[in-house]
């Protein structure tokens, strides 16, 4: 049992990396508010104070803000149904006793450890060209006229990319949830004649519960600040603009420093809000 001198002993070898995470976490956020109440646009070479809260209400009034928030829950809404939906599918289906098992586990798995950059500039050139791409070959085979994806269906196209960088991550929580169901309910339940279906819906579905909102609840956590998908593949355009790409106009491409960081503390609040609304289903679902 830990004596007060060895819980004081831990506390001060502690100390240092606490107060280092608080430092790294803490001065940028410091720095966002403090910039945000200025009018600083360093290109025009613009540095005024006491802007107040003006630089939220322009953000938050802008044409581009309302648009920017459906397309962000767009975007991680399409996301969370093809990734739950898809991890389902293929966490039922590997673990089923196949050949070369393991190397297509890890076949599965290995988008998970591509860089979104990368991903997108794969998906951008070798499937989604309308030239020389995949897709457009295929449309070709059966004689129908190539698309350009990446114009014609933006959002889709950013939704079908990120899902396959998420897959793997839902796959693999679903996929431990499933091996650590009973076998001899699922064997009592097909002896008693329920079909696979049946045995899916009543068994398999309600035990993966706390597993799926688990998954909901990381997965959005960081498909609230996706941008390196977009960046790479539609820049903003054809309606893809979502809140932390807006941010980044409003900073970089603008340079209007106080706009963009008041602009990124309203993105904080907003991703810390959904954060806790889930976190509530999540501690619901899980104490249930």
């Given at each position: 049992m830990a004596t007060q001198h060895s819980r004081s002993a831990a506390r001060v070898m502690m100390a240092p990396a606490v107060f280092l995470l608080l430092v790294w976490m803490l001065v940028p956020l410091i720095l966002t508010?403090?910039?945000?109440?200025?009018?600083?646009?360093?290109?025009?070479?613009?540095f005024d104070c006491c802007e107040g809260l003006g630089n939220y209400t322009r953000f938050v009034t802008s044409s581009a803000f309302l648009s920017s928030v459906v397309t962000t829950?767009?975007?991680v809404g399409g996301v969370l149904l093809i990734t739950v939906i898809g991890g389902i599918l293929l966490a039922n289906l590997l673990d089923q006793?196949?050949?070369?098992?393991?190397?297509?586990?890890?076949?599965?798995?290995?988008p998970f450890f591509v860089m979104p950059t990368v991903?997108?500039?794969?998906?951008?050139?070798?499937?989604?060209?309308?030239?020389?791409g995949l897709f457009a070959h295929l449309f070709k085979a059966f004689g129908l006229q190539p698309i350009d994806w990446l114009s014609q269906a933006p959002l889709f196209s950013i939704?079908?990319?990120?899902?396959?960088?998420?897959?793997?991550?839902?796959?693999?929580?679903?996929?431990?949830?499933?091996?650590?169901?009973?076998?001899?309910?699922m064997e009592a339940a097909e002896m008693d004649?329920?079909?696979?279906?049946?045995?899916?819906?009543?068994?398999?579905?309600?035990?993966?519960?706390?597993?799926?909102?688990?998954?909901?609840?990381?997965q959005t956590i960081f498909l609230l600040s996706i941008f390196a998908e977009i960046y790479v593949t539609t820049g903003g355009a054809f309606g893809t603009r979502t809140l932390t790409y807006l941010v980044y106009q409003r900073v970089i491409e603008s340079q209007n420093v106080g706009l963009g960081s008041a602009?990124?503390?309203?993105?904080?609040?907003?991703?810390?809000?959904?954060?806790?609304?889930?976190?509530?289903?999540?501690?619901?679902?899980?104490?249930?």
């Open positions: 508010l403090w910039f945000s109440t200025l009018d600083y646009r360093p290109m025009r070479g613009t829950l767009q975007l006793p196949i050949w070369g098992q393991g190397v297509v586990r890890i076949l599965v798995i290995a991903s997108a500039l794969v998906w951008k050139n070798m499937f989604m060209n309308p030239v020389n939704i079908l990319i990120v899902s396959w960088q998420w897959l793997p991550f839902a796959t693999l929580i679903l996929l431990t949830a499933i091996q650590s169901l009973d076998s001899e309910q004649g329920a079909g696979p279906l049946s045995r899916f819906y009543h068994m398999t579905l309600p035990h993966l519960a706390r597993s799926i909102t688990v998954v909901v609840l990381i602009g990124g503390i309203i993105a904080v609040i907003l991703a810390n809000i959904v954060a806790l609304v889930l976190m509530r289903v999540v501690g619901k679902n899980l104490d249930a």
